[in-house]
């Protein structure tokens, strides 16, 4: 009986301390993470990061060569980063698209803690898989220069704090080689035909929200930004709603343990009762 009773106790235990625990994305605020497109925007030519081989960089450096190709990233994300990276780099290679040919494609640690290192490291490890990545410029920076960088490309990120993991969105960031931000490609599969039209200065031909060209640009661009945003893989939350389905999970489960709970309850009071 004593048994029974210690394991009823622990069972009811799970079934209050399992839903805090379940719920711990709910202070994430969501709507919040994404891009604020800054079409036409200018990205900041002073601003220094630090290269793999920790030399300071001047962004203004990468100026005047080629198109540009921003992506930010965490290098040691255990979630969709390294899905975003194979998807930069097998667009690119779909495209016949090379870094350091046709574009510049700069690569950027969110997490001011990462170090050249790591950066390093990464571009090893992809290396190894794909040619263009000894191409790609990796960089990591500190915590202002990151800070600069994000809100010039309206990148909008939280950190969770109780899993220890960085919430942002996964997409490119298009500019021209004098570093005026052209478009942005959302999610983590490039379309080849998007990837080549991106590296023109001016708005794609197969844009079906943009039939007028450059009349109109910036509303047309600000609708499809508003509408694939609603519907991009975000980094650490697969969907935007997942906290929300995650919340009426738990909430089911929840019931289910009282419930379960209350019959057991039953079952041992008439138990008792008999003997």
Not at 69 to 95: Q, R
Not at 114 to 137: D, V
Not at 182 to 210: A, C, H, M, Q
């Amino acid at each position: 009986m004593k048994i029974t009773k210690m394991i009823i106790a622990l069972f009811f235990i799970f079934c209050i301390t399992f839903p805090a625990r379940a719920n711990d994305n709910e202070n994430i605020d969501t709507a919040s993470i994404g891009f604020d497109q800054h079409i036409g925007a200018q990205l900041p030519a002073t601003l220094t990061l630090r290269d793999t081989q920790n030399r300071a960089v001047a962004l203004g450096n990468q100026f005047g060569h080629r198109p540009l190709a921003l992506v930010l990233v965490w290098y040691e994300c255990p979630n969709l980063c390294n899905v975003l990276l194979d998807g930069v780099f097998a667009g690119l290679k779909n495209a016949d698209l090379k870094p350091g040919r046709d574009l510049d494609l700069l690569i950027v640690s969110i997490d001011p803690d990462e170090t050249p290192a790591q950066a390093r490291l990464k571009q090893q490890t992809l290396s190894t898989r794909f040619i263009g990545a000894n191409a790609a410029i990796f960089l990591s920076g500190d915590r202002t220069a990151l800070t600069m960088l994000q809100s010039s490309i309206g990148f909008r990120a939280q950190y969770d704090a109780a899993h220890r993991q960085f919430i942002h969105p996964s997409g490119l960031v298009m500019a021209t080689p004098s570093g005026k931000i052209t478009r942005y490609l959302l999610g983590v599969v490039f379309d080849r035909e998007e990837l080549i039209n991106s590296l023109s200065p001016g708005p794609s031909p197969l844009d079906p929200l943009d039939p007028l060209g450059s009349a109109g640009r910036g509303e047309k661009i600000a609708e499809k930004g508003n509408f694939i945003e609603r519907v991009s893989l975000r980094c650490g939350i697969t969907l935007a709603d997942a906290s929300q389905r995650t919340t009426t999970i738990v909430a089911t489960l929840r019931a289910l343990c009282i419930l379960l709970f209350a019959f057991l309850a039953i079952v041992l009071v008439r138990k008792w009762r008999r003997t």
